[in-house]
């Protein structure tokens, strides 16, 4: 409204101005008549600047109407009038030619038109000697009537004239030398005055488009807005347009103007120039107001527009929400068969895939609206509203969405886990009942059974491995009555089965066992009886025979009273036409046996895996060579076929020329197993590369997964999996080869040789799988250069609280109950915290990206171990304790992991800065401290008092510390400056408690202490603080000088805050042990 107002005083002012400098008789009006020159204003002045109009000889002017001959003398007076108010006229009325009626009659005419002041009238009378002469009586005897009404001079000549009017104010007729031109004089007029008419109508339609617009309500759809919009756009431009055309002829006249302009004396130019200027500024300032308000209407009517259109936007996102929240919850999370998990999952999928396009689409929305409110949008509020609503909206949707499609997938696997075992326990239960028949009876049989049963057992399913308890509690939240009692069912099935494996293997053990015995009858029958012809065999007799026999122990006599004798119990059961052979064994299998075992394993599974990768090369990637299926290929799979199958080639290569040769040498001596590993250590790098590339070769694979190529290679393969589980097979491998390691190490005394080797080899591929996994989560960081970080020690996901020394109380609270969910990165010199983001993928194929946030310099890092009320949490601190970041572990294993890293490099940190300080000078004294004790070597801070405790484990569970270890830039301020002026502190041992004797000075605080007490004084790490005096005996008075505090503190408090013990350097009992702490000066 205000921009309207000054458009409305704008236009009010010009109208003003137009009033004051046009006439309301136009040129038009008496246009014909002032073209026959009967009068006309030549610009000369006379006697007090009287304006002169000239009426030259016109034989027509006693024909002109008493009303034209008015209009003409109103419009000639007020021109002059208009300019200069109250102006006097003198008029020269050139009649040498004419006659004396002629003369009577036009002054007697100009007597009764002429409206303003008129102050002369000059007569030249006729020049011929008659008509003279009658003038001249015809005016004597009239000279009394004229004189009443105005001023009437006769003169004889021109020459007379001078005497009146000067030479330079005449024109030429007159004998002057006045420049008049009248045709020139009328076009200049009628420019002035179409200017000025012109310029009225621009006023005028500016000011009703302002009332118009001012007044125009505003639609509330979005199409008649766009439609408003373009209509006053058009207008606006239209009169831009008007302005400009009018601002150019008023610069053109104007110009004109300023040429003709010879002096004072020409025609009044100098006043017509003053009057175009002022219109041209008034129409300037007009059109400056017109372009402010029509400027704000614009923007607020296209950010009407907009806001139209978010509003549309954010209310057709809200309903396509509201309809996939709708799907979400109609959708079943809990299923009860393997058909019905797989249809759930394929909606999800669905589901998912929609969701992310809206999701998309809702962030753009959210963008866009955040983009208005930065260009400081007028509804800024509502549209930030509604972003907040569309975000909360998403989030919920994607939560629900995750945790609905977690739960499907776990039920997913579920039921296939049961569904395997239930096939498993099935085929293991044919296997018993292929075993029937004489073949199986002799030694070669028997053995060839029980090699067919070890590897039928070796391809049972993991899920097996784990008691229903475990599998229940693993699967807890989408446990189901129906879930529930499948898995007692599968369990119970497994639990025969197995039994009835033990008992043919324990029969099977005893037919192919090279020393045994003949078997002896348990019956009272002759020795030598055929069993063909014994009824002791007959199916009619008792339901079983019994037969017993010693079998003794390789490389032992035998011996009726050995105690390592094995006693063996075979039952044949004919009733059922099968064998069960039954066995009980004394004793258990010896650590070598159980060695070869696992070795047995190690190279049946590696050459099993190195047939696998050869399969694949084979049957998939040289195929792909082959003529006759090119026709089934993709053009694009065959350009990036390095990218699906990455560098398998070189790890069969590698497995299957070196390392498989290399295990099978080992088959005899598992130890040395260990030494294998270690010497192809590099070697097994490839597999990181291979895991680089596994994300672009899934996402390869999804998209061309139901290539006919893929399932003729299939089909010929006779794999009953497609080509992405053998892609799995390396990742696989890799870690399994950990496991492997590990049963071997359980098999091995700790003093046999290659014990320490297979240790190693245990490290080294656990490195490497972390190094492996550690490196595919680094390579998803983004938003920041990782360059000069050192080697990345640890990852995972926490929740994090920060807080700010500085920061307002409300958003320590905030920050307090608000924990964010951020994936950590640990590196030598620095700490990085990101937030975990899901692309790259549909709902069930994500892979993670990690958006930069923080990063800790390690150097101004320090820890508190312990928080109050949850084991799960630690401090890390920043800069002398000005950025405070809670952690919250997933477990506590976790937390003492991280912790552990966190003190190393802490404490490297210490040792690298005391050696610096040592190697500049003498800048610091050593001070020896006894303990009877190992205590470690970092300040404790207890969370409530206060109070220090240098023995983490000599505290109870419910008096634990909170200990806090200073970062390298506190470390580094206590080694720059160590004062060499005697020995501040004086240690004495006394119990096994430290004690330090305390001298006045100015100090560096390497620990916290809270305040306690109103006298007390509260300490930072890194202030410089003042021991003033001893108040009294165990009262130090104390000046924090960073804070400009005073107060007092007990001398062990004193002394918790200027100690920090360098961990790693602990005393044990009677070992001096090198505390550090800074002295300024003494006083």
């Known amino acids: 409204m205000e921009s309207y107002h000054s458009l409305l005083q704008a236009s009010s ?141 006769m003169l004889s000549s021109v020459t007379d004239l001078l005497r009146y009017i000067e030479e330079n104010q005449l024109t030429s007729e007159f004998g002057g030398t006045l420049d008049y031109c009248h045709s020139d004089w009328i076009v200049l007029r009628t420019a002035i005055e179409s200017f000025a008419m012109t310029v009225k109508d621009i006023a005028h339609l500016l000011q009703n488009f302002g009332t118009e617009v001012a007044e125009t309500d505003l639609p509330n759809e979005t199409k008649n807005t766009e439609c408003l919009l373009e209509s006053q756009t058009n207008k606006y431009r239209k009169l831009k347009d008007a302005i400009r055309t009018v601002s150019k002829e008023g610069c053109h006249l104007l110009s004109n103007l300023q040429t003709s302009d010879k002096g004072d004396s020409h025609w009044d130019v100098r006043l017509d120039t003053e009057t175009v200027h002022r219109l041209l500024a008034q129409l300037r300032e007009m059109e400056s107001a017109f372009d402010g308000f029509f400027e704000k209407h614009h923007m607020k009517l296209h950010q009407y527009l907009q806001l139209l259109r978010f509003e549309q936007s954010f209310q057709e996102m809200e309903m396509c929400l509201e309809h996939l929240q709708t799907q979400e919850k109609d959708l079943l999370s809990s299923v009860d068969s393997l058909p019905r998990a797989e249809q759930a999952l394929k909606k999800m999928d669905t589901l998912w895939s929609s969701a992310l396009d809206v999701m998309s689409r809702a962030q753009i929305i959210i963008l866009h609206g955040h983009q208005l409110s930065a260009n400081h ?51 293991g239960a044919y296997l018993l009942a292929s075993q029937v028949g004489n073949k199986y009876q002799s030694k070669e049989g028997a053995q060839s059974a029980l090699k067919d ?13 784990s008691g229903p308890e475990i599998v229940a509690i693993e699967y807890e939240a989408i446990l189901t009555p129906q879930l529930q009692s499948q898995i007692q069912k599968t369990f119970e099935k497994y639990a025969t089965v197995q039994q009835m494996i033990q008992n043919r293997q324990n029969c099977l053990k005893k037919l192919a066992d090279k020393h045994i015995r003949p078997v002896q009858l348990v019956a009272p029958r002759a020795e030598n009886s055929p069993r063909s012809k014994s009824p002791l065999f007959s199916p009619k007799n008792s339901d079983g025979l019994k037969f017993t026999f010693d079998l003794s122990l390789p490389g032992k006599r035998t011996s009726k009273k050995a105690i390592h004798s094995r006693k063996i119990e075979v039952i044949h059961d004919y009733q059922e036409s099968r064998s069960c052979l039954s066995y009980s064994v004394e004793g258990e299998d010896s650590p070598d046996v159980l060695k070869r075992r696992v070795m047995r394993e190690l190279i049946e599974t590696e050459r099993i895996y190195v047939e696998e990768l050869l399969s694949v090369l084979l049957g998939y990637r040289a195929e792909m060579e082959n003529p006759a299926l090119s026709g089934l290929l993709p053009p694009e799979i065959v350009s990036t076929r390095d990218i699906l199958f990455g560098n398998l080639h070189e790890i069969y290569n590698f497995h299957s020329r070196v390392f498989l040769q290399d295990l099978e040498g080992c088959l005899e001596s598992p130890e040395a197993v260990g030494a294998c590993f270690l010497e192809r250590k590099e070697c097994f790098q490839m597999y990181e590369s291979y895991c680089h590339n596994k994300p672009h070769s899934d996402a390869l694979w999804k998209k061309f997964s139901q290539c006919t190529f893929f399932q003729e290679c299939q089909k010929k393969l006779e794999h009953k999996l497609g080509l992405d589980s053998y892609l799995l097979k390396p990742v696989q491998r890799l870690t399994k080869y950990q496991l492997l390691l590990k049963e071997l190490l359980k098999n091995c005394s700790t003093e046999s040789e290659g014990t320490s080797d297979l240790q190693e080899a245990l490290v080294a591929m656990l490195d490497l ?49 608000k924990p964010m969910q951020r994936h950590m990165f640990l590196y030598e010199k620095a700490l990085l915290f990101c937030k975990r983001r899901e692309e790259h993928g549909d709902a069930s194929d994500k892979t993670p990206s990690y958006s930069f946030k923080h990063c800790l310099k390690m150097t101004a890092v320090g820890i508190t171990e312990n928080v109050k009320g949850d084991v799960k949490k630690f401090e890390i601190w920043y800069s002398g304790r000005e950025e405070v970041y809670v952690i919250q572990a997933p477990t506590p294993e976790v937390k003492t992991t991280w912790l552990n890293e966190l003190r190393k490099i802490l404490t490297n940190q210490q040792k690298l800065l005391r050696e610096e300080a040592h190697q500049h000078g003498p ?14 070597s970092v300040s404790s801070e207890d969370t409530e008092s206060g109070r220090s405790s240098p023995d983490q484990h000599s505290s109870s569970p419910k008096q634990q510390n909170r200990r806090s270890w200073p970062g390298a830039h506190h470390a580094a301020e206590a080694a720059e400056e160590w004062s060499g002026h005697g020995d501040p502190f004086h240690l004495s041992d006394s119990e096994g408690a430290t004690l330090l004797t305390l001298l006045p000075g100015r100090y560096v605080a390497l620990s916290d ?57 602990t005393s044990r009992l009677g070992e001096p042990a090198t505390l550090k702490m800074r002295k300024l000066s003494t006083p």
Request: glycine share 6%; proline share 4%; net charge positive.
């Open 453 to 465: 049963i070890e590897n039928f057992l070796q391809g049972a399913p993991s899920v097996l491995s």
């Open 923 to 936: 800048l610091c004294e050593h001070v020896q401290l006894e303990s009877k004790q190992q205590r470690a």
């Open 769 to 817: 799988v972390k190094s492996v996994n550690d490196s595919m989560h680094q390579t998803a960081i983004t938003g920041y250069e990782l360059c000069e970080l050192g080697r990345m020690l640890l990852q995972g996901s926490f929740s994090v609280w920060i807080s700010h020394k500085k920061g307002a109380t409300r958003m320590k609270e905030f920050a307090r109950f």
């Open 377 to 427: 949008h007028y509804a800024m509020a509502l549209i930030m509203q509604r972003c907040n609503e569309l975000r909360h909206c998403c989030d919920t949707l994607n939560v629900a969405l995750k945790s609905k499609h977690t739960a499907l997938l776990q039920a997913h696997q579920l039921l296939l886990c049961l569904g395997q075992a239930q096939t498993w326990c099935d085929d």
């Open 1009 to 1065: 202490c809270p305040e306690n007490g109103t006298k007390s004084v509260a300490i930072k790490s890194g202030d410089i603080i003042q021991l003033k005096h001893e108040e009294k005996p165990e009262l130090w008075l104390v000046k924090n000088l960073s804070m400009q505090t005073e107060g007092l503190m007990s001398t062990a408090s004193v002394q918790s805050v200027l100690m920090c013990c360098q961990r790693g350097q």
């Open 13 to 153: 002012q010009l109208q003003s101005t137009l009033q004051q400098v046009t006439v309301p008789i136009s040129l038009k009006e008496v246009g014909g008549f002032i073209e026959k020159q009967v009068a006309y204003l030549s610009g000369g002045r006379g006697e007090d600047s009287s304006v002169i109009i000239t009426l030259p000889e016109c034989s027509a002017f006693s024909d002109i109407p008493e009303e034209a001959l008015a209009k003409v003398f109103t419009y000639l007076t007020l021109i002059p009038r208009k300019r200069q108010p109250g102006v006097k006229f003198i008029i020269i009325l050139d009649r040498r030619l004419d006659t004396w009626p002629s003369i009577k009659t036009a002054l007697a005419r100009i007597s009764a038109s002429f409206p303003g002041n008129l102050h002369l009238v000059l007569v030249l009378r006729p020049t011929s000697f008659f008509h003279r002469t009658v003038t001249d009586i015809g005016f004597r005897f009239s000279q009394e009537d004229f004189m009443l009404k105005m001023p009437v001079v």
